[in-house]
């Protein structure tokens, strides 16, 4: 009799068990059947924001349903990370990501939340290029020429960033790791603005996007040495890479990419990255990235998990390297 009962209980799990695989399998397979949400921890008109709404129409064309983008701004994005994070792994709330979210943890132990964790990775969407530039009254025309007037003169040198800790600062400090040089870092209020101090020779030299380096690119106040990618930019394939310029495996790149909580159904999962790839790979959208200075770069989710982990390794040496003290 007690066998029987145990028996008894065990197959009416076993029914329960598949019959709620049963009914996540259907539900899995209607999504969506309602709005999505896209969150973006920045405000509206920059480049995450920009970069999401083209995704997000286009996703909203192909899945039939609105795929609104909801502005999250406040704490550096982790905002809208924590909105995330307090949503139902259901794949109705995704977020547009940055490379400064991969920049946080190493500046702070407060973030309530994991990036890989938490969240499920789903695509790379795009990248953007950094072109190191001098001034045009600097004498280096070079990389190598750049270094070896570093290598002379110890910390009187100087480069220009859009804050300290930012992606721009960890690109310098990485330029001046792999290179052996020191350099003086003069932080800014934007990449405009570091830019700006670089035409006029109030710094030496700054990383910046390609669209604050193209005004002063063609007036030729400043002079590009070489792109932060380790593959030349389709948007300015003439200008070498570091890599190619003699710091082998120097990388850099300002990157947008879309997540969802982690516990999503890897068959939503695989549904919406299938859509944003087909839709950031429209010539149309494309076009549009590419006068924002970006390029599409769509990948596998593990692929995303790979190059995100990647970047938080990197950017946790870099910080440790350039002496900033976690808050």
Not at 55 to 61: D, F, I, N, R
Not at 68 to 82: F, R
């Amino acid at each position: 009799m007690i066998q029987s009962k145990w028996n008894l209980h065990h197959a009416l799990l076993a029914l329960f068990t598949i019959a709620a695989m049963g009914s996540q399998a259907a539900w899995s397979q209607a999504y969506p059947v309602k709005p999505i949400r896209m969150l973006v921890g920045l405000a509206a008109g920059g480049a995450t924001d920009t970069t999401a709404r083209l995704v997000a129409q286009k996703m909203g064309e192909s899945l039939g349903q609105p795929v609104t983008v909801e502005n999250v701004v406040g704490a550096s994005g982790q905002l809208a990370g924590q909105r995330l994070l307090s949503a139902p792994a259901d794949g109705y709330t995704l977020i547009m990501v940055a490379a400064s979210a991969a920049v946080h943890p190493a500046l702070s132990s407060k973030i309530p939340y994991d990036l890989l964790r938490d969240f499920a990775p789903i695509s790379l969407v795009t990248i953007g290029t950094y072109v190191l530039v001098v001034p045009a009254t600097l004498k280096a025309r070079s990389v190598g020429e750049l270094i070896a007037m570093a290598k002379a003169q110890p910390n009187k040198h100087t480069y220009g960033s859009d804050g300290v800790g930012s992606a721009l600062h960890l690109s310098g400090e990485l330029l001046k790791s792999m290179a052996g040089i020191e350099l003086v870092h003069v932080p800014y209020k934007g990449g405009a603005a570091a830019a700006t101090a670089t035409a006029t020779g109030e710094v030496d030299m700054s990383f910046v996007s390609i669209n604050s380096a193209i005004p002063f690119l063609n007036s030729g106040r400043v002079i590009p040495l070489a792109m932060s990618h380790d593959k030349r930019s389709i948007l300015m394939p003439n200008i070498p890479t570091l890599d190619e310029s003699g710091l082998k495996g120097y990388d850099r790149l300002g990157w947008y990419g879309l997540m969802t909580k982690a516990g999503v159904p890897r068959d939503i999962i695989m549904k919406v990255h299938s859509v944003v790839v087909s839709a950031t790979n429209t010539n149309e959208i494309k076009s549009v990235l590419q006068k924002q200075g970006l390029e599409p770069a769509t990948n596998t989710p593990e692929e995303f998990a790979a190059f995100i982990r990647k970047e938080l390794d990197v950017n946790a040496r870099l910080v440790k390297a350039a002496g900033i003290k976690p808050e």
